[in-house]
């Protein structure tokens, strides 16, 4: 099983429209969680980092639930430059080493005129 | 913002060939850094991390021996796929964490990339 795990893609949306992402991990003791942006042939970037509390962004909300290991990303009023890839990570925490990112293998949303 | 370089951002290069990647953290001092591997359609795969100074912990069924990491300095890692073959060609990629600030948080800044190609 993978440690994270996402919605398989891809999310075809006219522009307006409202998307869901999900993810789960599989390691409880996972400390941090985050959404990540990757375009094509870049690097990925930091969307928002997921808390507890759940925490919105402009058009974008995080959700965490600890308790069955998910987390969501909705985006609301989707514009065409959202199109893009959109990666699930967690923070898996190594003793003496700090944490490590552990990535899903992405959703990839593309968004229509 | 804080910046991560790598170089070269593309590399052609014949099987049986050694390549050199560079990963620079531009103005800030990283303790850590990370490299990942990503082929087309699937996710970042972590393949080292490398402390300063120390040798790099490598994953899981990553051959250390065929991906040679150096971190000499704060600021610059280096990744050597020695003799690559056709399925080593990916997009590599550098991340550098910087050290905690006062308020313990850390943050992971990552480079452009690498695409490798080996014919």
């Known amino acids: 099983r993978k440690e994270v795990e996402q919605d398989p893609g891809p999310f075809n949306v006219p522009e307006g429209a409202t998307v869901a992402f999900n993810c789960t991990y599989s390691?409880?003791?996972?400390?941090?969680f985050f959404w990540y942006r990757q375009d094509c042939r870049k690097e990925p970037k930091l969307l928002m980092s997921?808390?507890?509390s759940g925490n919105e962004d402009g058009r974008f909300t995080a959700q965490l639930n600890r308790a069955s290991q998910y987390i969501s990303l909705l985006i609301r009023d989707s514009k065409l430059s959202d199109s893009a890839t959109y990666l699930c990570?967690?923070?898996?925490?190594?003793?003496?080493?700090?944490?490590?990112?552990?990535f899903g293998q992405g959703t990839e949303l593309s968004v229509k005129p | 913002g804080a910046v991560v370089s790598q170089h070269p951002s593309r590399v052609i290069c014949k099987s049986g060939t050694s390549v050199k990647i560079e990963c620079r953290s531009l103005?800030?001092?990283?303790?850590?850094m990370f490299w990942y591997r990503q082929f087309p359609k699937q996710s970042l795969m972590l393949m080292a991390t490398?402390?300063?100074?120390?040798?790099?912990?490598?994953e899981q069924g990553v051959e250390k021996d065929k991906f040679l990491i150096n971190h000499a300095s704060l600021t610059l890692s280096t990744l050597t796929v020695t003799s690559a073959h056709p399925e080593d060609s990916s997009f590599y990629i550098c991340?550098?964490?910087?050290?905690?600030?006062?308020?313990?948080?850390?943050?992971?800044?990552f480079g452009p990339g690498t695409r490798l190609l080996v014919l």
């Open positions: 991340s550098a964490r910087d050290i905690p600030g006062l308020a313990g948080w850390e943050t992971q800044y």
């Open positions: 390691n409880s003791a996972s400390q941090s």
């Open positions: 997921v808390y507890s």
């Open positions: 990570v967690v923070k898996s925490m190594i003793y003496n080493q700090g944490g490590k990112l552990i």
């Open positions: 103005d800030f001092q990283a303790t850590t």
């Open positions: 490398s402390n300063e100074g120390s040798k790099a912990t490598y």
